[in-house]
Nanobody, 112 residues
Framework: VQLQASGGGLVQAGGSLRLSCAASGIIFSINDMNWYRQGSGKQRELVASITNFGSTTYAASVKGRFTISRENAKNTVYLQMNSLKPEDTAVYYC???????WGQGTQVTVSS
């Protein structure tokens, strides 16, 4: 499996970013997908999940601000992040549920 996350960057508090993660080497449409993040000195945490049927769940800290979605035709999962806060600063990773592989993440930095 290969996972390529992109779309990170530097944004001011209150701003928005859209992350993308292109997957290959799997039958994307039948897999549940997750977004994780890891801030400096912090443990990696699950941010959002989407099942193969499109059902979504979110961490309490991002609910109402982040939206996970998927486009099976492009083997891509997205994370729309709105109303960003400095505490959202982290490296963001996508992951196939049940697969141990971690691809390279994308850095998100939110300035106050």
């Amino acid at each position: 499996v290969q996972l390529q996350a992109s779309g990170g960057g530097l944004v001011q508090a209150g701003g928005s970013l859209r992350l993308s993660c292109a997957a290959s080497g799997i039958i994307f449409s039948i897999n549940d997908m997750n977004w994780y993040r890891q801030g400096s000195g912090k443990q990696r945490e699950l941010v959002a999940s989407i099942t193969n049927f499109g059902s979504t769940t979110y961490a309490a800290s991002v609910k109402g601000r982040f939206t996970i979605s998927r486009e099976n035709a492009k083997n891509t999962v997205y994370l729309q992040m709105n109303s960003l806060k400095p505490e959202d600063t982290a490296v963001y990773y996508c992951k196939v549920r049940g697969n141990p592989y971690w691809g390279q993440g994308t850095q998100v930095t939110v300035s106050s």
